[in-house]
């Protein structure tokens, strides 16, 4: 049912926009935003349902549990949360707003066949659904960076999607079906068969390779400052969100049907990966003066912390969930919120985004509130207590010291006090003037616009309601 | 409306509103200070007053409540607990949980502190009238109270131990209540610190507690409530000593005894009605309810109670010897409450824990009827506290002369006041129990005692005046809202020998373990005692009263004569300059070279501070130089990656 009212707004909201040219961007959006209600309603229920859907026929191949129904809604959340911010951007710019709709609710549709396929071949095509329309929202606005951040995405999304194809095919190879779920039954074949065993771990190899592309992991980031620069900001949103959930959500549903198999070798892998991917980022991060740069690495450290998670996926499959699903919830909330507040920060008859560090100078004295509202989510970011953002950091470490990964753990540590440097300097631009930087802002107003002002405080009150009442959450997500 | 009160509140409803009136007063205070800020002190000044006043007073009438209460349920023990609050933190199996318990010791505990505690409020109207930080000093003072309750109602020792805490850093801020003097700012953050020493002697008793208790099933789920506690002293007998002697250490710098009393005589930088509340009433009696509360342990371990009987003593009369020579009425008033807790240790040490308490108890009354008396001289004489400034009093102030001439007949031990029952019982318990040697120094310094309360009260109210002329036309009586709490703690002092049987009475289930029979009770040999430990008191009453007043030249010559001594006397016998020079400098030496020079500045800052962005400059150059923006180079990357990643996994 999600994936039936999500396509099924797409398509109309495709013919309403064809047929009816002069169809209002507000009415575009309402039904675009009952859809995602639709979705969020219909997998609460499922959610509260006992009963596990496992659909392996033809054209589902998907399972419906409680890990698909809760990405289902971290999706929705997030699409919701960059559509509603985007109206008054596109708007702004005199675009098209119904075909940005029908876009974002076609990655959304990818994106959940991602998260709920149990067949390789499903979960393919979902990803190139979600890919083919984040290539066109990538290039949505039509200024140079953003067409180069389209083509940059598509090249390498490609060459991406290839290695991925090479995955699955060896898995096919390995396994003789693209079934993720049959592989627990071969398992005792296939550790008597060295030879085949290698194909599988190939195909593992592949596969990662694939999946660290689109979650922006090290060593196959390098696309993710680019295209995150260059989207429009609303896009860049969804891509650090929505995208990145799905693709995590896929890709553990595949590591966990893999793991039986390949027992801790894989681990060591994703040890590597998290180290070099939080590292990265975290470093990368501090030299920039442009906070949406500034934002994308932060985005690819964020990515290292869940890898932590696949860490200890062999050790223990049911809190490797857990925190996963926990961080991708408040990362999406306060990521979201971030860049929201980007979003707001324009000036009258300019319409390139104003996202250089200069811009944010004395913000807290001209307006106190969106000041204070971005010192949140940039300090939930940086995982203080008592915002969202440090429960998430809480526990995935809590977990990874459980399995017995300290060292780890304390890495991953030395990596946030890192962070806290470059997502407090923002803050002291905002409170304490210049930074020392050479330009000093040419003042920049910030017009009030409600669909972001309402965007900004329902994010405000998720990362404080996630950070205040993190069991309640953990609770459903545990059930 | 009677009857919606009874149907809907409980016993253990009540135990909690005891502590919750005081959190709830405070808190509106602290919210007041806020606004005196902005409208001025004056505009809030009388909620202030009236919040800060009721909420001691709703917590004595819930205490006295709670009393008639449970000892009108006739046939059993009067003991309430309230339920666990909720569950505070737990480790492995075991729990603490967050719960108050009223049983005859916290009790009675309970009523001397709000009570005392009440009238201390009210008194406080009247002398902190006009000071700038009136709502600020209401919140600290009820915050205080809050803690002190949490300390004494509290059913475990953990729960005990945050009061204790707060008590502290209550007692930080109202020492320092007047920060602007740098010199008592200073005199709060000596109290802290020295307390900090004992609370560290608490913690470690508390962990060593939990050592001994690892590994026993017996004990269930909830170690350090004082129930199980009682009940399991048995398997604490082995490490029984070090326990009760670090304990000990706690009370020692809560109650100021040797070696760490120095405080008390500075923290007399407060207000005077602190002084009256925080020191002499209740939170330095923390020390001695704790060692009451936990009878049961100390009493596993003879050498720890022969220590806190023997340092009991030896305070005791260290401190009367000091308090003679003081020419700060406060000082006179702080050196003889520690005197007067030494006596409390010294009963409980010999095993007399109810005499201790009831000692506690009449202690409570008579040296807050002292301090209120020497705030409202101080009042009067517009912040005069020289002795040798005042004089003549009695003709000013007869309402604060009376009262504070009962107290001194009190705390000197003279029949018939409060302090005469309660000092008699320690001293006929330390003799009947062997302990002579000990009776002989209780003897002493309750000579010593009277001496040096009459020679105070000789100095302020008898004899010419001294002060000048022009100060003389203002002095004058102090207000209603002063003068009432004065009487009415003049009037317990006086009357509070009548408490002595059902005090101990109701305590003796408490000290069960602590109950000895070996001795003969001899009613003629007490009475004897009783009649020459009186005429003693008298005797030095009297001298001190010739000297002072007939003879003021005396006491110029005799100081003339034994220079020496009284040089040593006068100067506290250097204690502060010793532990200045043994531990305070050598500390300080150390932080600052060996610390802050030698590790922080080099190590920590030049390694740490200053290399760590160093790493990090060179590691992100790198990876920035990589991120050229060709896709080209990017793809080149990735596939070098993806050659990692297949060359990692599966070979």
Redesign the interface.
Known sequence: MPLIAVLGAAIIILLLISWWKRASGELLLIMAVAALCAVVMFSWNGLLSPFTVIDVGFPLMAAFDNLSYLSFIILAIASFLSLVASYNYVKERGQNFGAYIVLILFALFGGMIMSCGTNLIAIFIGLETLSLSAYALAGYNKDLASGEAS??YF??GA??SA?LLLGIAFYFGASGSFEISNIRLQVMNLQAEVTNK?IF??S???I??GF??KTAS???Q??A??VYEGSPLPVTTFFATAVKAAAFVAFYRIVSSMIPV?GD??M??FY??AVLTM??GN??A??QDNVKRMLAYSSIAHAGYIMIAFVFMSRDMIAAKEAMLFYLLTYTVMTAGAFACLTMLKRKGVNHELTDISNLAALGKRSPWFAFAFSVFLLSLAGFPPTAGFFAKFYIFKSAIQNGFVNLAIIAVINSL?SVYYYMRPVVVMYFGSDQLPRVSESTDEEFNYSTAGVIILCMILVLILGLFPNAVLSMIGM | MIQFILKNISMSGLIWLVVLFPLASSAINFFLSILSSRFGFRRVSSWASFIGTMGPILSFISVAIIFWTLTGIEGSEPVAITGPLYQWFGFGNWQVEIGLRADQLSQVMALVVTGVGSLIHIYSIGYMDGDEGYARYFAELNLFLFFMLVLVLADNLLLMFVGWEGVGLCSYLLIGFWFNDIEKARAGKKAFVVNRIGDFGFIIGIFLIWNMFAGQDVIGANPFSFETLERNAVFLLPLATPICLALFAGACGKSAQIPLYVWLPDAMAGPTPVSALIHAATMVTAGVYMVARLNYLFILSPFAMNTVAFIGAGTALFAATIGVMQKDIKKVLAYSTISQLGYMFMAEGVGAFDAGIYHLVTHAFFKAALFLGAGSVIHALHGEQDLFKMGGLKKYLPGTFAAFFVAALAISGIWPFAGFFSKDKILWEVYSRGYVGLWAIGFITAGLTSFYMFRAVSLAFLGKPRMPEEKRAHIHESSVSMLVPLVLLGLLSAAGGLLMLPIEHYLLPRFAAAVVNNFEPHKNLENIFAIISVFWAVHWAIVAWIIYVQKPSWPVSVAERFRRIYKLIHNKYYIDEIYSLLIVRPIKWFTEFALWKGLDKSVVDGVGVEGSPLVVMLFGNVARFSQTGLAAHYLFFMVIGLCVVIGWIVL
């Open positions: 083509i940059k090249v390498l060459a991406a290695i290698n771990l190939l593992a190899a592949l990662i390779t660290g592309f090290v060593p196959f390098w696309w400052p680019d390949t070798t894989l060591q892998a590597v990966i590292t990265f470093v990368c501090i030299y890192i």
